[in-house]
C-alpha cells in the first residue's frame, strides 16, 4: 500500500460543478503539500498546510490531522483547471517528500 | 524573476553517453532536489542539497551524480544512460527543506535508447 494515496485516479467534470480530490497518508507528517502540473508538464505548489484549511480564489483545501486526510475543493470549476493534481507530504521522521500519483481533473465546457 | 531555469527540455540519448541536466534558480534558496516522474508512480527523489558544498541521496540516487558549487546552480549528471533513466526529471528548490512551498522547474524530458 502506497504510503500517500489520492482518488479519484481520474476525474471529469462539467464547467461550473463543485470538484472535491482527495488525499490519504499512512505516515507522520509535518506538512502537506498541494501540486498542479498542467498538460505542458510544469508543476506548481498551490497549496502548503500543516492544519486546518487554506482557500485562494476558487481553491480550498482542508486538512485533518488526526483522520490523516486532505481534500482540496474547486469551487466553480473552470475547463482551464484541467490538470494533474498531486498531493504530497513531508514525513516528520525524514523531512523527505512523498508524493501521491496524481488526479487527473478534465473540465469540459 | 526566473524562479527554476531547468534545460533542457528534451533530451535523446544512446545507451552508454553521459550527459548534465542544468538546474538553476535565482530565488536564494537554500534547499535544491532532483526528482524523476514515470508512468503510475509518484515523482521520486534522486538527489539533494541543503546548502552549497552539501549533497546527500534520495530514494533513487544510482546512476546519477550532483554537486552545488554555488547556491544557484544544481546539476544532474547521468554518468552512463541507460534504457531505465527513461524519464521525466524536475528540479525543485524552496526556502526551507519542510515548511516552505517548492518551486519547480519546467521538466526535461528524457528518453534513453
Known amino acids: 500500500k502506497n504510503e500517500v494515496e489520492q482518488s479519484p485516479q481520474n476525474l471529469t467534470a462539467q464547467e461550473g460543478e463543485f470538484i472535491t480530490i482527495n488525499c490519504s497518508y499512512s505516515?507522520?507528517?509535518?506538512?502537506l503539500h498541494w501540486l498542479q502540473q498542467h498538460p505542458g508538464g510544469g508543476i506548481v505548489s498551490l497549496f502548503m498546510?500543516?492544519?486546518g484549511k487554506k482557500k485562494h480564489g476558487r481553491l480550498i483545501a482542508t486538512i485533518n490531522i488526526q483522520e490523516k486526510h486532505s481534500s482540496l475543493h474547486i469551487t466553480a470549476s473552470h475547463p482551464r483547471d484541467s490538470a494533474v493534481y498531486i498531493c504530497a507530504v513531508s514525513t516528520s521522521n525524514t523531512d523527505k517528500l512523498i508524493f501521491g500519483t496524481g488526479t487527473r481533473l478534465q473540465v469540459f465546457p | 524573476n526566473a524562479g527554476v531555469t531547468q534545460t533542457p527540455k528534451f533530451q535523446v540519448l544512446k545507451t552508454g553517453q553521459s550527459m548534465t541536466l542544468q538546474c538553476a534558480q535565482d530565488?536564494?534558496?537554500?534547499?535544491m532536489s532532483w526528482y524523476r516522474q514515470d508512468p503510475g508512480m509518484g515523482l521520486r527523489l534522486i538527489h539533494y542539497?541543503?546548502?552549497?558544498?552539501?549533497?546527500d541521496q534520495g530514494e533513487v540516487p544510482n546512476g546519477y551524480n550532483v554537486s552545488r558549487s554555488t547556491t544557484e546552480d544544481f546539476p544532474l549528471r547521468l554518468l552512463s544512460a541507460a534504457p531505465s533513466q527513461t524519464s521525466v526529471y524536475f528540479c525543485a528548490s524552496s526556502r526551507e527543506w519542510v515548511g516552505s512551498p517548492l518551486h519547480f522547474g519546467n521538466g526535461t524530458r528524457l528518453t534513453v535508447t
Open positions: 542539497s541543503v546548502g552549497a558544498g552539501i549533497t
Open positions: 505516515v507522520g507528517i509535518s506538512a
Open positions: 530565488m536564494n534558496h537554500e534547499y
Open positions: 498546510l500543516s492544519s
